[in-house]
């Protein structure tokens, strides 16, 4: 049994600035996650810039739990099949082997070249929170790709909720790709990088495709599905292989019914690395953000369940409804579903 227990991590943030580490810790969160970290490099990473990057980190006396992302330039053509996508495996394993000499345990990507869509933004959400919106039918109109919301973490906007920047996205100017192809795709990556992260000593996971449509402009997603993510986590029989779980985009899928299923069905078996908490609601093709405690499933069973199946690794909150005056990386609404989550774990492990 690990000594290790749940425990809740803030994320989503690239910088190691002194306010995102005081927040870390003035919430009583011991670690911390890295979205795409701001480290040089135009390809790859190199271990002593990692080294650097991590300094503050380690000064204030944070854990690093994770990095979740490299740039997506660092292995679009994999993603693609295109030419160029050997160079960029051998430089995709060339980071892994920095990540894990400078002490970084787990590295999540996803697998959707376009990234992450929404088709709204507003003051939706309760109390007037400003929340984003996911409606397929402003996608299959494309007289109306320009209420299109990409997250786009190589523009970054620090004044925009989550990076989100308008106009759809087409990579490398593909527009169409198979189902078929991009699980080939997916599973030359797996089986060419998961014998580094092994010797490198790193865990690689999966982020499920948000939104979980089958295909968008064309462009075909897979990790749309519970079963989907099995089939990939399936790829290769390596402990380093496992789900970035994101319980708010699982709930995008079939809402509580996927999110339990998920967490039944994965973290019995130690394939979770670790855990995004949110909620939407709604379902595809039409979904809402929402507060956690008011979407499609009970944050206290997701919690209880995975109690009792023995997880030990981190939750994140993810991206949250923005509260009245809040920051763009959304302070106030982090702080609330933080706090939301150590109450439960609290409640949950001491009864």
């Excluded at 959400?125 to 400003?130: E, F, H, L, N």
């Excluded at 030359?188 to 000593?201: M, N, S």
Aim: charged share 25%; glycine share 8%; with cysteine.
């Amino acid at each position: 049994m690990s000594s290790q227990k749940m425990r809740v991590a803030v994320g989503q943030h690239p910088d190691t600035d002194k306010e995102y580490l005081d927040f870390a810790k003035q919430l009583g969160c011991s670690g911390a996650s890295f979205q795409t970290p701001n480290i040089k490099g135009d390809v790859r990473w190199e271990e002593a810039d990692i080294r650097e990057f991590l300094q503050p980190v380690h000064d204030a006396g944070v854990r690093v739990e994770s990095f979740e992302n490299v740039p997506n330039y660092f292995f679009d053509k994999i993603m693609l099949g295109l030419e160029g996508r050997d160079e960029q495996l051998e430089n995709m394993k060339s980071t892994v082997r920095a990540l894990g000499a400078a002490g970084v345990p787990i590295l999540g990507l996803h697998w959707m070249p376009q990234i992450v869509w929404r088709t709204d933004m507003g003051h939706y959400g309760r109390g007037g929170a400003y929340v984003s919106i996911y409606d397929h039918a402003v996608i299959l109109d494309r007289s109306r790709d320009n209420e299109i919301w990409v997250a786009r973490r190589d523009k970054r906007d620090t004044e925009l909720k989550d990076t989100f920047t308008r106009g759809s996205f087409v990579p490398l100017g593909i527009d169409s790709l198979s189902q078929d192809q991009m699980w080939a795709n997916f599973e030359y990556f797996v089986k060419g990088i998961i014998p580094t992260c092994q010797e490198a000593g790193v865990v690689l996971c999966f982020h499920p495709d948000d939104p979980p449509a089958q295909e968008l402009h064309g462009i075909a997603r897979i990790l749309t599905s519970v079963d989907n993510l099995e089939r990939a986590v399936n790829l290769v029989d390596s402990p380093n292989l496992k789900l970035e779980l994101c319980l708010g985009t699982i709930s995008e899928m079939d809402g509580a019914i996927s999110v339990m299923d998920a967490v039944n069905r994965f973290a019995p078996i130690d394939k979770i690395a670790y855990i995004h908490l949110r909620d939407v609601q709604g379902t595809f093709p039409y979904f809402q953000e929402s507060f956690l405690g008011e979407g499609n499933y009970s944050p206290f069973e997701v919690i209880k369940a995975l109690h009792a199946h023995g997880y030990t690794g981190a939750i994140l909150d993810d991206h949250t409804p923005s509260l009245t005056g809040d920051s763009a990386y959304g302070h106030r609404g982090r702080a609330h579903a933080i706090g939301y989550i150590q109450a439960l774990i609290e409640a949950v492990t001491r009864s």
